[in-house]
């Protein structure tokens, strides 16, 4: 399977402890984003990449918030000193420019 | 950011009738996506559309990108337990896509 794909699938872990999470995107897809869903809402921005570069960010995206693509291929996403409200599903997208994005399966994290 | 609108929040049918749902915006697209997501798993793209008035079909799903740019529409023609899902509209512009909130479809059988 070619798609994109996203690791851990689910992460549970205490407050206050920091987590990354990895995206594998689709090959020649030189675009890469980052969503975060909650229950009945749909996708909600956090940034995007071309390449190596990160292009833009959400407000959302507090300082405990940090991606990075530092080859331009896969992407991670850090939130350090996790809340009770990050608990989310983190979605990641990728595309060719000006094209619809394929999503990856999420990582579903639960905040104890 | 930008609002998106969908309508209805949620739908129960009998197998083998048509669906039909919209989204709406405050603000124009270049382009409409339509998505669907299954439980646990990330949203699957159905249909793009790509120019105002545009209407295009993949199988039994028909979208239309409405003249105004700020809405568009999704058909499901004689639905099947597989349909059940969330639909999620999308518009993009600039560098971002801006989802609506869904709509819940429950096929009964």
């Known amino acids: 399977d070619t798609g994109v794909s996203q690791n851990p699938r689910h992460k549970i872990t205490k407050r206050g402890q920091n987590v990354t999470f990895r995206c594998d995107p689709i090959?020649?897809?030189?675009?890469l984003y980052w969503y975060r869903q909650t229950l009945g809402q749909g996708p909600e921005f956090l940034t995007y990449?071309?390449?190596?570069?990160?292009?833009?960010k959400s407000r959302l995206l507090s300082d405990r918030f940090s991606a990075e693509r530092p080859k331009g291929s896969f992407s991670t996403l850090e939130i350090q000193r996790t809340e009770q409200g990050d608990s989310a599903m983190y979605l990641c997208a990728s595309s060719l420019e000006g094209a619809p994005q394929h999503f990856g399966d999420g990582t579903r994290l639960s905040i104890l | 950011g930008q609002q998106l609108n969908q309508s209805p929040q949620s739908m129960f049918i009998q197998e083998g009738e048509d669906v039909s749902m919209n989204c709406t915006s405050s603000s124009i697209f270049n382009t409409w996506l339509w998505y669907k997501q299954d439980p646990g798993e990330g949203p699957v793209l159905l249909i793009a559309l790509y120019k105002a008035g545009e209407l295009t079909s993949n199988g039994r799903l028909t979208a239309q990108f409405g003249i105004t740019r700020k809405d568009s529409f999704l058909n499901i023609s004689a639905s099947i337990p597989s349909d059940v899902g969330i639909y999620f509209c999308a518009g993009h512009f600039g560098n971002q896509f801006y989802f609506g909130t869904g709509t819940s479809l429950t096929v009964i059988p």
């Open positions: 990449f071309q390449n190596e570069a990160q292009l833009e």
């Open positions: 090959s020649e897809h030189n675009r």
